[in-house]
């Protein structure tokens, strides 16, 4: 099955710094470690936030046991701890913030950019595998702890967990006739969709921090996974695509 790509941009050098295809030892600005995935936020990102350099709306959260790619173990795994990232634009792996509409390719936060930009070497990995999984930021470091929205993650991550997802797609394997792991997976899918309706509703929250706030939706990780979700009447349908 294939999975959602985490770090593709460190796979992407990992493997080709491996195979001497990057033959160079300073960065040519060439961008391509952009268009493969923004980085992760660490702890030494935090001052971006608060300087105002970035915002909700330019980040991505991973929560625990969304399956992506890990750089360390070189799978597509669960990850272990939740993880937030510098979003992507229009839906792709691009970082929001590289700029190719111009002559020259630019990062628009080059002089703040967070560390694992400015750790990453594309001919040499080590310095950014260095800091992968370590002092990791999740949505709790960055939100004001008086927040409500805080309670609303809580209830989130309870009712929709990715782990237990990621149990029942593991439970439905070859036998993916099992009615009760279909029901169960349904109903973890309209309990996301709710969730997200009921947070607009609640809180008014914009469209641009959905996925800062309450991570990519369930159904968008079954679709990786082969299970296409369907409304009908405003019933939740899960349907097994054809291998
Ligand atoms: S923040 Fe800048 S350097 Fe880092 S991935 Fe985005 S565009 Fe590239």
Known sequence: MPGVKLCSRLLFFI??????????NQCLRCGTCCTKGGPSL??????????GHLSY?????????ESAFSPVSGKVEPVKQ??????????????????????????ELYENRPLECRLL????????????????ITRRDIINP???????????????????VEELLTGLGDNQESTDI???????????LAIRSQTVAKINMPVAVEF???????????????????ENNGEIQLILSAK
């Open 15 to 24: 493997m080709n710094s491996s195979t001497s295809k990057i033959d160079r």
């Open 42 to 51: 660490h702890r030494d990102d935090i001052n971006l936030l608060k300087d």
């Open 57 to 65: 709306s330019d980040l991505i959260t991973i929560r625990l046991g």
């Open 82 to 107: 939740e993880l937030v990232k510098l979003a992507g634009k229009s839906r792709s792996w691009t970082c929001g913030f590289y700029n190719d509409s111009g002559k020259e390719s630019l990062c």
């Open 121 to 136: 070497k594309c001919w040499d990995p080590q310095d950014l595998l260095s800091v992968i999984g370590k002092e990791s």
């Open 146 to 164: 008086g927040d409500p929205i805080l309670e609303i993650i809580t209830l989130h991550d309870k009712e929709c967990s990715f782990q237990e």
């Open 182 to 192: 279909m029901a169960r997976l349904t109903g973890l899918v309209s309990n996301d």
């Open 212 to 230: 800062f706030i309450l991570g990519r939706p369930i159904f968008t990780q079954l679709k990786q996974r082969g299970i296409e979700t369907r």
